[in-house]
């Protein structure tokens, strides 16, 4: 007979260990699926970029007592560590502990889950059916597990928004796709032959294209020859530098500054309003096609780094029936609290189970990925989202039910806080 979980959890991130703790504090039997060889896997890859907020606003109150069952040390909580930082001195002494180690399997990428023996358009006896997860593993061998719930706490860290303002890759970004990187290169440390001495378009206007941008002006500094264009795809950067002089959050406000500054110097060549058309290689180089402030012209550069966000992966959940908003790909239930044009992470309301629902019953998207392409997430909404739907998972309807979500109250501006 198979065995049959309580609740898998997809991911062993910060969202996903949490979930683990609260599930086994309500008395349920978690496994952890991830699909990397460690915990943290995603975060790893930003190891080198600070976070804005402290290690007060990163740590879960459920993870922190395992920790303290094994003589943790506590960092400073008025510091704010770096992504390497916060997997090796919280995750990983967590998903080592012992409370915990025991649920995690790694090497685990989830491919695909189902309700058993039903398929996306089987009503009958839907509800009472358990969960059947696929998952393949190192050596590239399927397996299934079943359980009673399922959380997906993947992220959004695998799936990077393409080049095109529409939503598509520019034609010929897959085929030069060995001379672009998405996300946040580390351009001074491990690619820093990547980039010293060439000439990269960096694509973005958020908070981890500035990130990318402030390294590229400082290896510029030691490496003249290193030559940047940073493309926005607005028009200008006043909601991002113009409001950060109102910023309270201190990592933030810095970063903002010294981005204007480096704007300010010449150091590179901003280009506004920013439209790739096409991508080729030549001779000289890959060539970008463009316009730029409804002007058409072409540049010439060796790399292409895009900061432009992420999205959810929904492709593993296509036999889940979900209960997704259309336009901010986040379930209904939060999808009006997280939208970008109306909200920012200090004002999103603490949220959980009864908003998370979808259609099929014990089935959770949390975490990142739970706000779809809304870039305003902050660690203790997830931490707060697990807390509430381990305690329904549970049948405790009123700690469920309950709001406990506290946040810093320097979240106050119109940024995400990532």
Not at 1 to 23: K, R
Not at 192 to 197: H, K, P
Request: with cysteine.
């Amino acid at each position: 007979m198979n065995t049959v979980f309580d609740v898998v959890i997809i991911g062993a991130g910060p969202v996903g260990i949490a979930a683990a703790a609260h599930a086994k504090n309500n008395g349920l039997v978690p496994l952890v699926l991830e699909k990397g060889a460690t915990v943290g896997n995603a975060i790893k890859e930003w190891g080198h970029v600070r976070l804005f907020t402290k290690w007060s606003y990163l740590i879960d109150k459920e993870v922190e007592k395992i920790l303290n069952h094994q003589g943790w040390k506590m960092p400073n909580l008025d510091e704010t560590p770096t992504g390497k930082e916060l997997v090796d001195q919280y995750l990983a002494p967590a998903a080592n502990a012992v409370e915990l180690s025991k649920y995690i399997r790694y090497n685990a990428e989830v491919i695909a889950i189902a309700k058993e023996g039903h398929s996306k358009h089987t009503t009958q006896d839907r509800n009472e059916k358990n969960f059947v997860i696929h998952y393949r593993d190192a050596e590239q061998d399927v397996h299934i597990i079943h359980s009673k719930a399922v959380i997906d706490a993947s992220g959004t860290w695998s799936s990077p928004n393409p080049i095109g303002r529409d939503g598509l890759p520019v034609p010929g970004e897959a085929k030069n796709s060995d001379a672009i990187a998405y996300g946040i290169p580390d351009v001074l440390g491990k690619a820093r032959d990547d980039y010293q001495g060439k000439t990269t378009l960096l694509i973005g206007g958020g908070h981890s294209a500035i990130n990318v941008g402030l390294n590229l002006i400082e290896l510029q500094n030691s490496a003249p020859d290193t030559k940047i264009y940073w493309g926005l795809r607005g028009e200008n950067l006043d909601k991002l530098l113009g409001s950060g002089i109102n910023d309270k959050v201190p990592a933030r406000l810095k970063l903002g500054r010294a981005a204007q500054s480096t704007i300010d110097s010449g150091k590179l060549t901003l280009l506004s309003d920013l439209n790739v058309k096409q991508i080729s290689r030549e001779a000289k180089g890959l060539k970008v096609s463009l316009t730029s402030n409804g002007c058409g012209s072409h540049i010439y550069v060796d790399k292409i780094i895009v900061a432009t966000g992420f999205k959810p992966d929904l492709h593993m959940l296509r036999e889940i029936r979900l209960n997704l908003d259309e336009v901010v790909e986040a379930p209904r239930g939060i999808a009006s609290m997280v939208d970008p044009n109306a909200h920012n992470c200090g004002s999103v309301p603490g949220h959980g189970a009864k908003e998370l629902v979808h259609i099929d019953t014990n089935f959770y998207i949390v975490g990142m990925k739970s706000y779809g392409r809304a870039p305003s997430f902050l660690m203790l909404h997830g931490y707060e989202q697990v807390r509430s739907i381990t305690a329904k998972l549970a049948g405790d309807e009123m700690s469920a039910n309950e709001i406990r979500l506290t946040f810093p109250d320097s979240v106050t501006n119109k940024q995400s806080c990532c």
